[in-house]
Every structure is written in C-alpha cells, then in structure tokens.
T-cell receptor, first 110, second 114 residues
C-alpha cells in the first residue's frame, strides 16, 4: 500500500532563515505531487504541483519554491522566511483524481 | 472556473443527533467531488468521493453524501454523530487539468456536545 511521509513534523524558524520541508511517497510510481499551505482557521491553498521529475507548477507568487529531484520526493524551500510563511504545510499525492495527504508540517516563523 | 462553497464556518450538534454539512460547487462539467476530514494537527483523510453513477455515496465512519446536480450541491450527512467526529470537514471539487487539481472549500468545523 502507499504511504506518504513528511518531515519535520514541527519547525520553529527565525525570520530570514532558510527552509526545507521534505515529502516522500512509498508504494507507487510517477505520482502527481502537491504542496498546500493551511493558515490558521483557513482552508487549503495550493502552492505547487508536479506531474514528474523536475516539473513544477507554481500556483501563487510567493517566497517559496519547490523541487522534485526524484520520482517520489517533493521538497518545499525558501531562502529567507517571512512571518507570513507560518502555517501548516501539507503534501499530497495522486495517480488520478483522488489526492491523499501526508501528516503535515507545522511551521512557526518568529 | 471551479469553486467550492461551504456556507457554515462551524456547526455544533449534540452527540447522537444527525448531521448535515452543506457544500455547493461551481463547475462547467460533471465534477469529481470529495469530502475530507481533518483532526487537529493532522493531515486530511478522505471520507468519500463521487465521480458518476449512484448519486448517494457511502463513505467511511458512517458518513454519506448526496450529489444533486440541479442544486450544485454535495452535502455530507451522518445519522448519529459521535464525539470522535469533532473535526474540520472539507468539501472539494476536482478537474483534470495537468496534474489533476483539486479546489477545496474553506472548511466547516464540527463541534459535538455531550
């Protein structure tokens, strides 16, 4: 069966520091991969999605970037964090119409 | 463009009472519709989904949803709520564009009182 992992689970970072969040999927090949952000008390905002290695689509202009160096690995990065980057970051995968979510990473920027 | 509206930001029901969470969508063709549940600090878990066929869809944890094309709705129901159902519920509509993108509603927070 397929599983999706995210780490770290929680992260506290100072403003201006870099960021790297990792997402990996097991048990499937060539999945579509997604990064979402969920601000406190709000719904999900799609940040990036990827249909294959090295293929990244950005949904909103922002301080973040994404990369897919391997088929089942999706990384969310920032060179300099802003206070507004705080939130709950969710990774998801799909092979077709249904998305399956990871456990999330809570990021607090101070 | 696709959109999803969940009119209720939060709902409180008594344990054992019935539940209905509302969802309205906007989409030009037959949509793919989903309900997810999120417990605090957790990821989203798929409750059920509708693509075609029978408009009444059964899901996990005793939930069901009914697709009504004429009302552009996909409401989630449960006949008897348990305290463990307290969570946030998201309705979503999907479309096959590129990597198959899904648009989520803002969510409805369910509170269950004893």
């Amino acid at each position: 069966s397929q599983t999706i992992h995210q780490w770290p689970a929680t992260l506290v970072q100072p403003v201006g520091s870099p960021l790297s969040l990792e997402c990996t999927v097991e048990g499937t090949s060539n999945p579509n991969l997604y990064w979402y952000r969920q601000a406190a008390g709000r719904g999900l905002q799609l940040l990036f999605y990827s249909v294959g290695i090295g293929q990244i689509s950005s949904e909103v202009p922002q301080n973040l970037s994404a990369s897919r160096p391997q088929d089942r690995q999706f990384i969310l990065s920032s060179k300099k964090l802003l206070l507004s980057d705080s939130g709950f970051y969710l990774c998801a995968w799909s092979l077709s119409e249904t998305q399956y979510f990871g456990p999330g990473t809570r990021l607090l920027v101070l | 463009a696709q959109s999803v509206t969940q009119p209720d930001i939060h709902i409180t029901v008594s344990e054992g009472a019935s539940l209905e969470l509302r969802c309205n969508y906007s989409y030009g063709a037959t949509p793919y519709l989903f309900w997810y549940v999120q417990s605090p600090g957790q990821g989203l878990q798929l409750l059920l989904k509708y693509f075609s066929g029978d408009t009444l869809v059964q899901g996990i944890k005793g939930f069901e949803a009914e697709f009504k094309r004429s009302q552009s709705s996909f409401n989630l129901r449960k006949p008897s709520v348990h305290w463990s159902d307290a969570a946030e519920y998201f309705c979503a509509v999907g479309a096959k564009t590129g990597g198959f993108k899904t648009i989520f509603g803002a969510g409805t927070r369910l509170f269950v009182k004893a």
